[in-house]
């Protein structure tokens, strides 16, 4: 699964491990992150973010 990048931070959103403290499951694709998911180090939206 493609990873993203925030480009902001740095932060890398591996769908592998999901955001569990975001409550995103393992295996969550970045397409299907919910709409108000937002990078868990910044907080910025996920237009912000680019694949790696």
């Keep these: 699964m493609q990873k993203y990048v925030c480009d902001v931070c740095g932060y890398v959103y591996d769908p592998e491990l999901g955001d569990p403290d975001s409550g995103v499951e393992l295996g969550t694709s970045f397409a299907d992150l919910p709409e108000d998911w937002v990078c868990p180090i910044c907080a910025v939206d996920k237009d ?5």
Excluded at 48 to 52: G, K, L, R
């Design 48 to 52: 912000q973010f680019s694949a790696e």
